[in-house]
């Protein structure tokens, strides 16, 4: 089992070692010319920069895995929810996806290599860290995009309020949401990023509806999309979108304070269990422990001499 392990090891860093070279150091002078957008025609040598070549060597990595075009897309709306927007994003991420599933069970092998463990036991090892190292950057842009979602959850309420009063001193919607991009940079740079692509959307000829919602698709937060279906709806019927975003102001302030409230009331049935495991066993060694110990010194001895 060991001599098989060991062989198939060998055999997987040969082959990647081999593509590697074929792919990437056979021919290093057009990779950095491709990176750098300079010229290595000339006799002088171009000084390549460790990252550049790094660079380079992962998106040639990420174009030797096949990828699914529905994949890709589903991949590529998740990275642009984690605010990802590189237009070699995708290949990158594909390309770590290679790298680290190749170095890890690697690393991992070096590390059992010299323990006595069951050799079946190394194997799962192996396999699990080489699992760990493709799907790692998968779980990255999730926790990433997850994260960026309850940011823009959080500023949602005062990019709200902050509108409300732009309408209402006079401003048109679309001067609303610039205004509101740029007072609430430092604040809340997600919901300010989106904002601005917003802009960026309406001054490149988008109807305010399609842009809209883009924006709902970009970000996939619930009350983001409650808010982009009031102003369409404010839109389309031609009705204030000062009073619209007043109420929906008001809506969202009492699903706040009803959203707090539902977790005072769950604070005492989750405060059980750490009562029951914490803090009660603790308890009982303070106020019976003393008894148990005084049981055993001067009660037991008794019972013996009887």
């Known amino acids: 089992m060991t001599l098989t392990v060991t062989f198939l090891i060998f055999l997987l ?19 950095i010319e491709r990176v750098t957008g300079l010229s290595t025609v000339s006799g002088e040598d171009t000084p390549a920069h460790p990252s550049l070549v790094l660079h380079e060597l992962i998106k040639k990595l990420g174009s030797i895995l096949p990828v699914s075009p529905r994949e890709a897309g589903a991949i590529q709306k998740k990275m642009i929810r984690a605010g990802i927007r590189n237009p070699n994003a995708l290949t990158l ?15 991992m092998t070096m590390a059992v290599a010299n323990s006595t463990a069951d050799p079946s036991n190394k194997m799962m090892a192996v396999l699990a860290a080489a699992a760990v190292g493709f799907f790692g950057p998968n779980e990255y842009v999730r926790k990433r995009a997850k994260k960026r979602q309850k940011q823009i959850r959080r500023g949602l309420p005062n990019a709200l309020d902050l509108m409300v009063v732009c309408v209402e001193s006079g401003l048109g919607l679309d001067q609303a949401v610039v205004q509101v991009a740029k007072e609430l940079d430092q604040a809340h740079p997600e919901i300010s990023e989106e904002f601005a692509m917003l802009t960026l959307e309406l001054k490149a000829g988008k109807r305010r509806v399609e842009a809209l919602r883009n924006l709902a698709d970009r970000t996939n937060v619930e009350d983001l999309r409650k808010l982009i279906a009031v102003l369409i709806q404010a839109d389309r019927f031609g009705t204030g979108v000062a009073q619209s975003l ?16 539902e977790k005072a009331a769950k604070l005492g049935v989750k405060l059980v269990f750490p009562i029951f495991f914490c803090i009660l066993p603790s308890l009982f060694v303070v106020t019976v422990g003393p008894m148990v110990v005084r049981i055993m010194r001067d009660l037991l001895p008794m019972m013996n001499n009887l």
């Open 246 to 261: 007043r109420g929906h102001s008001e809506f969202m302030r009492v699903q706040a304070r009803q959203t707090a409230e």
């Open 93 to 107: 991420l594909y390309g770590f996806k290679v790298l680290l599933g190749l170095l890890f069970p690697i690393g």
């Open 13 to 31: 860093v040969a082959v990647a070692g081999s593509l590697l070279g074929l792919r990437v150091w056979l021919r290093p002078k057009e990779a």
